[in-house]
């Protein structure tokens, strides 16, 4: 159940608790993970990006790879969690991005989730910044202020940014927001992206919570961006959805589509890169859903 013994943390009634879990010791990421994904190879192809003419109620949706996706409207281009990055520190990127960073388009609006460096990648960040405004959570304002960015908007869970006909809100999450172990005061969250009466929501990163049924009661979601991956944890925490529990908050939601993220790029847990999208197909496929389910390959702009 999500829970916080720390008053000063936000959504603290929905922050992971970070005492390690049970038998986290018994397996070695380093050996087992780590050192086996410096030597294998990239994988994934660098497609030329094409962006197609929009009408009325349309977005159009590509994906970086990971958590990172490019949002397209008639009129704006919206960046959420770009991270281009080769290595997490230690962590080798294992599939290239879909497209080349130089290759975007000029981006109107730039969203992070939270600060960890798998979605908060400052040198991406960088390249990006434009004179336009960045969304973070509140209290991560500061680790993107001098980046480039015309305005940092911080935004609480639940609070509302109305910027040039887009509606975008900071949704609770089950997680935790510190980029390192002494700042677990940072925020931490999703996006609900509202243009001309259909509404995409970006999850960030989340364990299945109640919350999700509270944000589905809110919003009437079109498309959710929801994680699928790294819940085979190191730490042995409750930190991410396994693909059972992103379907389970994908009907919760309410949403018509489902479209999976945060596999396959880094290996951030000890599950398999290619398990989690068989494993939320199998499940959909029980349940009844399939047809809801729709796999993006890195890279590729699909209009909705």
Not at 136 to 155: A, M, R, T, Y
Request: aromatic letters at 12%; hydrophobic letters at 40%; glycine letters at 8%.
């Amino acid at each position: 159940m999500p829970q916080s013994s720390d008053p000063l943390t936000p959504n603290s009634h929905y922050h992971v608790d970070m005492r390690l879990g049970e038998g986290w010791h018994k397996r070695n990421f380093l050996t087992k993970v780590l050192i086996p994904s410096v030597f294998k190879k990239r994988t994934g192809l660098r497609l030329k990006p094409h962006f197609p003419e929009l009408y009325t109620g349309q977005f159009g949706i590509t994906w970086i790879g990971h958590a990172s996706f490019l949002i397209q409207t008639r009129k704006h281009f919206i960046l959420i969690d770009p991270n281009w990055a080769r290595w997490l520190k230690v962590i080798k990127r294992l599939r290239h991005p879909g497209f080349d960073l130089d290759e975007l388009p000029e981006i109107d609006l730039v969203l992070v989730t939270h600060a960890h460096f798998d979605h908060l990648d400052k040198k991406t960040l960088r390249a990006v910044a434009a004179r336009q405004p960045i969304v973070v959570p509140e209290h991560v304002g500061n680790l993107v202020s001098d980046l480039g960015f015309e305005q940092v908007h911080e935004l609480g869970p639940w609070e509302v940014l109305e910027y040039d006909e887009l509606t975008i809100t900071l949704t609770p999450a089950f997680h935790w927001g510190a980029r390192f172990l002494h700042d677990r005061y940072r925020g931490f969250g999703g996006f609900l992206i509202e243009y001309e009466g259909k509404i995409i929501f970006h999850c960030g990163d989340s364990a299945y919570f109640p919350g999700f049924r509270e944000i589905g009661e809110r919003a009437h979601i079109d498309i959710a961006l929801l994680p699928i991956g790294a819940y085979d944890t190191v730490s042995g925490r409750d930190a991410h959805m396994n693909p059972e529990e992103a379907l389970e908050a994908f009907q919760e939601l309410r949403a018509k589509i489902f479209i999976p993220m945060h596999y396959g790029t880094f290996r951030l847990g000890y599950e398999p890169l290619d398990e989690p999208p068989a494993r939320l197909i199998k499940s959909a496929r029980e349940k009844g859903l399939e047809d809801h389910i729709s796999i993006l390959r890195e890279g590729e702009s699909i209009i909705f």
